[in-house]
């Protein structure tokens, strides 16, 4: 059984970091594109990041530059490191593992306010 299990949300102010993980079980994750999506209220869920099982990564246009992502595949962990945090950042943050099926996370909240 895959689960994903994220951690790391919170509350922070604009211009603030947050560091998000995600650690996965039941799979060998090793193998496996992952990646990082958000949905905000009232919004479609967004990708945000993906970063290949031979470490090449991918950014939404509005995260380039201040968000990244990495892995760990000896702890079977995504993270996603994000800096010079934004109002409109605040979302759910999802991460999924990307194969034939895809599996989700539960989501964590983040939020950026003043």
């Known amino acids: 059984q895959v689960q994903l299990v994220e951690s790391g949300g919170g509350l922070v102010q604009p211009g603030g970091s947050l560091s998000l993980s995600c650690a996965a079980s039941?799979?060998?994750?090793?193998?496996?594109?992952m990646g990082w999506s958000r949905q905000a209220p009232g919004q479609e869920r967004e990708l945000v990041a993906t970063?290949?099982?031979?470490?090449?990564?991918n950014y939404a246009d509005s995260v380039k530059g201040r968000f990244t992502i990495s892995r760990d595949n000896a702890k079977n962990t995504v993270y996603l490191r994000m800096n010079s945090l934004k109002f409109e950042d605040t979302a759910v943050y999802f991460c999924?593992?990307?194969?034939?099926?895809?599996?989700w996370g539960q989501g964590t909240q983040v939020t950026v306010s003043s």
């Open positions: 039941g799979i060998n994750f090793s193998l496996y594109t």
């Open positions: 970063i290949t099982r031979g470490g090449s990564t």
């Open positions: 999924y593992l990307q194969g034939l099926t895809n599996y």
